[in-house]
């Protein structure tokens, strides 16, 4: 696809979207993430919680471990088993905290200190690299620190926007990676945050896994994946 059109393309599907989920931007308030925004550490923190688990389980998660290590010293302090079960509700608890406890260890190392804010002094590509050096950090988790930790411009790709984008054939890519780095080069940098949270609440709603609410669908009648179907 022509550069130029891929970027009306993502336009397109952004302002579609915006128009036809009026209530996404509401329900990301209630959503993990958004409990960090500002604050690059929370947020990566929220981030390993949420690998692999519900909002509802990862919240229970992160309650949990704040009332019981209520400073970033006290959780990297924190004994493993112990964290594991203070965690629990959130899945895979063994790895995580194992996760938590190097990454808090990486952040004192780097700058004395458990804090992010230099990060953001840096150009986004040098945040992810240095980012994804980090234990259990992969490109989505970096840019939901870029984009919810440090309010800009980030596309991460989920399981949902991975989905919703593939039916739609907007992007040809068969890795989450590959297509998190062309949509952050291509989608204007205005919407790239709300892109994604409109794809999240998208692909939970009505481009769903299973049974996907096709007759509901605002893009059908551009979509490869509902013409098969219906075909």
């Known amino acids: 696809m022509i550069i130029g059109a891929l970027r009306q393309r993502l336009q397109h599907l952004h302002d579609i979207l915006a128009a036809s989920l009026p209530a996404a931007a509401l329900l990301h308030q209630q959503s993990p993430l958004h409990l960090g925004a500002g604050d690059p550490v929370k947020v990566l923190i929220i981030a390993i919680l949420s690998q692999a688990t519900s909002d509802h389980n990862c919240l229970l998660a992160y309650n949990s471990l704040r009332q019981t290590y209520p400073s970033w010293e006290a959780l990297a302090l924190a004994d493993e088993a112990q964290l594991a079960a203070t965690i629990r509700a959130g899945g895979l ?12 260890a990486a ?41 919810f930790g440090f309010n800009k411009p980030a596309l991460p790709v989920d399981t949902h926007v991975f989905r919703v984008l593939n039916r739609l054939k907007i992007v ?19 919407i790239q945050r709300d892109l994604h949270v409109l794809l999240i609440h998208f692909g939970r709603t009505v481009c769903r896994p299973r049974n996907p609410l096709c007759e509901k669908c605002p893009l059908s009648g551009e979509c490869p994946f509902f013409f098969a179907k219906s075909s």
Do not use: F, M
């Not at 608890?93 to 808090?104: E, G």
């Not at 989450?176 to 989608?187: F, G, I, Y």
């Open 93 to 104: 608890a063994n790895s995580k905290a194992a996760r938590i406890k190097q990454v808090l």
């Open 107 to 147: 952040l004192k190392a780097e700058r004395g200190e458990y804090a992010l804010d230099w990060l953001g002094e840096l150009e986004r590509a040098e945040a992810y690299a240095w980012l994804t050096t980090l234990p259990g950090v992969g490109l989505k988790t970096a840019a939901c620190v870029w984009a």
């Open 172 to 190: 040809n890519q068969s890795q989450p990676e590959k297509l998190q780095v062309e949509l952050e080069t291509h989608t204007p940098p205005a």
